[in-house]
Structure formats: structure tokens, C-alpha cells
């Protein structure tokens, strides 16, 4: 795997994403924790809660007999606030240790901080182990930095000027494929756009929906644009410029898609908690 598709696995990015900002929505009292299980089971039908220690064990209750959905509505319940991280190397976020390389490792992490005035945490991961089938894992982080919030203005500035530099990084490759083979793009950026897609509360945001949306879009582009490379003819230097182009967008990708998750997880931790 490339060091770009690296940055773009979506994982259990879909599953973590539901579960935040559905989760934070009916936190807030806008949504009934029937649409935060319906919003999981659209990703998945089925899912499976362990712990990877006994002080994440506690904090979800995984005693009872519910260890699906049900532990996963407990969790977020019980959070004093809700972030979904998107570590990559060289942006840690403030993750360190064993959490970092496991967070690093999917690229993604739901943080639950337990409470206002402690920087303890739990972290919670998700992956596909089946088809349509979900595994999530509660673990304790120990201490989390809580880092601000990124402007979700920027973000959107960003994305629009990262769309027209991956398009133009597509077409260069593209222009210059040299296997005879013709490449049906247009299918292949709607299906990349289809996995891609993170869906999120209707409640969310106008701008939020935005930025997800575009994410999706140009995580498509780079996709396609790595499925090309192989094909190309480039010569090494050329090889080396267009990989080194692709990752600075994949890298802008990732950020964006963060500051606009968390921009909806946010927004509902400002409405009252009922």
C-alpha cells in the first residue's frame, strides 16, 4: 500500500463517524438513540463491543448483557466531550504510546474524555471483519491533549483549492497512461466517491456537509489517480514528483474531513445536554 492510500483508508471511518456525530446530535436532544443505531446499522447490521482493558471494560459497562450497539450509546453517553481523531505521522494530534500506533495503525480514532476537567480518556476503533459485519474495540488512552478545534472555514477554503489540484494531478497521469486499455474514469471516481462517502446527521451544519462531501469527492480523485500510476510510464523523478504531490493532498483530505466531523460534534456539544 502506497503512502497516500494510506491516508485515504476509509476503514471504520464510516462506523466511528456515525457513531460521533449521531451520537453528539442525540446528546444534545435532536435526534432519539433509535437514529444513532439505525445510522450504525446502515453501515453495518451487526456489531460487536470488546474491551482491551478492564478500565475501558468499567467505563462502557461491558458486564451487562447488551455488548453491542447498546455498550457503544453508553459510551457516548457518558462522555464529557467527543472528538474524532485522524492521526498521521507527523500529526499525532496529541496522541502518545500505545494509543498513537494503534490510532496511526487505522488511521483513526474515536477520543471520549471522561470528564470536564481531566484530560483522561478512552478510545474507541472500528473495522470491517466481515461483510456487513463491524468489531469495535474500547481501549484507555491515559491522557489525551485536548487540542482546538480547526476553523471549519479554512477547511472549506482548503478543499476547494485541493479539488482543482487533483483533478489537474488526475489529468496529468491521465494524459499520459500508456497501457491501451482505456480508462473508463468516470466509473471508477463513482465508485471511489460511493466508498468514500461518510454520511452525516441531516441536523449537521450547511458548510459541514460541504466539506464532507468534497472529501469524498477528491479522496475519489487520489484513489484513481493511484490506480493510474502504475500505468503511466513516468520516469523516477517523474514517479517521485507526482507521489509527492499526491500525499500532500491526501494529507489535506484527512484534515478537512476531521475539522468537519468534529465541526457537527461541536456544534451539538454548544445545544443544551437533556
Same mark, same amino acid.
Do not use: K
Given at each position: 500500500?502506497?503512502?497516500?492510500?494510506?491516508?485515504?483508508?476509509?476503514?471504520?471511518?464510516?462506523?466511528?463517524?456515525?457513531?460521533?456525530?449521531?451520537?453528539?446530535?442525540?446528546?444534545?436532544?435532536?435526534?432519539?438513540?433509535?437514529?444513532?443505531?439505525?445510522?450504525?446499522?446502515?453501515?453495518?447490521?451487526?456489531?460487536?463491543?470488546?474491551?482491551?482493558?478492564?478500565?475501558?471494560?468499567?467505563?462502557?459497562?461491558?458486564?451487562?448483557?447488551?455488548?453491542?450497539?447498546?455498550?457503544?450509546?453508553?459510551?457516548?453517553?457518558?462522555?464529557?466531550? %467527543? *472528538? $474524532?481523531?485522524?492521526?498521521?505521522? @507527523?500529526?499525532?494530534?496529541? &496522541?502518545?504510546?500505545?494509543?498513537?500506533? #494503534? !490510532?496511526?495503525?487505522?488511521?483513526?480514532?474515536?477520543?471520549?474524555?471522561?470528564?470536564?476537567?481531566?484530560?483522561?480518556?478512552?478510545?474507541?476503533?472500528?473495522?470491517?471483519?466481515?461483510?456487513?459485519?463491524?468489531?469495535?474495540?474500547?481501549?484507555?488512552?491515559?491522557?489525551? %491533549? *485536548? $487540542?482546538?478545534?480547526?476553523?471549519? @472555514?479554512?477547511?472549506?477554503? &482548503?478543499?476547494?483549492?485541493?479539488?482543482? #489540484? !487533483?483533478?489537474?494531478?488526475?489529468?496529468?497521469?491521465?494524459?499520459?497512461?500508456?497501457?491501451?486499455?482505456?480508462?473508463?474514469?468516470?466509473?471508477?471516481?463513482?465508485?471511489?466517491?460511493?466508498?468514500?462517502?461518510?454520511?452525516?446527521?441531516?441536523?449537521?451544519?450547511?458548510?459541514?456537509?460541504?466539506?464532507?462531501?468534497?472529501?469524498?469527492?477528491?479522496?475519489?480523485?487520489?484513489?484513481?489517480?493511484?490506480?493510474?500510476?502504475?500505468?503511466?510510464?513516468?520516469?523516477?523523478?517523474?514517479?517521485?514528483?507526482?507521489?509527492?504531490?499526491?500525499?500532500?493532498?491526501?494529507?489535506?483530505?484527512?484534515?478537512?474531513?476531521?475539522?468537519?466531523?468534529?465541526?457537527?460534534?461541536?456544534?451539538?456539544?454548544?445545544?443544551?445536554?437533556?
Amino acid at each position: 500500500m502506497s503512502e497516500t492510500t494510506e491516508h485515504l483508508v476509509p476503514g471504520g471511518l464510516p462506523a466511528l463517524a456515525a457513531l460521533a456525530t449521531w451520537g453528539a446530535v442525540w446528546r444534545a436532544g435532536r435526534c432519539a438513540p433509535d437514529d444513532v443505531v439505525d445510522a450504525l446499522v446502515d453501515v453495518a447490521p451487526a456489531h460487536r463491543v470488546v474491551a482491551a482493558d478492564p478500565d475501558a471494560a468499567a467505563v462502557i459497562d461491558l458486564t451487562a448483557a447488551e455488548v453491542g450497539t447498546g455498550a457503544l450509546l453508553r459510551a457516548i453517553r457518558q462522555a464529557a466531550r %467527543i *472528538r $474524532l481523531l485522524l492521526p498521521s505521522p @507527523g500529526d499525532t494530534l496529541g &496522541l502518545t504510546g500505545a494509543a498513537l500506533g #494503534d !490510532a496511526l495503525d487505522q488511521g483513526q480514532i474515536l477520543v471520549l474524555w471522561r470528564s470536564e476537567d481531566s484530560d483522561e480518556a478512552i478510545g474507541i476503533s472500528a473495522r470491517t471483519v466481515a461483510t456487513g459485519s463491524m468489531s469495535w474495540t474500547v481501549r484507555s488512552l491515559g491522557s489525551v %491533549i *485536548r $487540542l482546538p478545534d480547526r476553523d471549519l @472555514g479554512e477547511a472549506e477554503f &482548503l478543499m476547494r483549492e485541493t479539488i482543482r #489540484d !487533483a483533478t489537474a494531478v488526475l489529468a496529468r497521469l491521465g494524459g499520459v497512461e500508456s497501457a491501451g486499455t482505456p480508462v473508463d474514469l468516470r466509473t471508477r471516481l463513482a465508485a471511489h466517491t460511493l466508498a468514500e462517502t461518510v454520511d452525516v446527521p441531516p441536523q449537521s451544519g450547511d458548510r459541514a456537509i460541504r466539506v464532507v462531501g468534497q472529501t469524498a469527492q477528491i479522496a475519489a480523485i487520489l484513489r484513481v489517480a493511484v490506480e493510474l500510476r502504475p500505468r503511466t510510464g513516468l520516469s523516477a523523478t517523474g514517479q517521485d514528483r507526482a507521489d509527492a504531490a499526491l500525499d500532500d493532498l491526501a494529507r489535506s483530505v484527512r484534515a478537512a474531513r476531521m475539522t468537519a466531523l468534529n465541526a457537527v460534534v461541536a456544534e451539538s456539544d454548544r445545544s443544551p445536554r437533556v
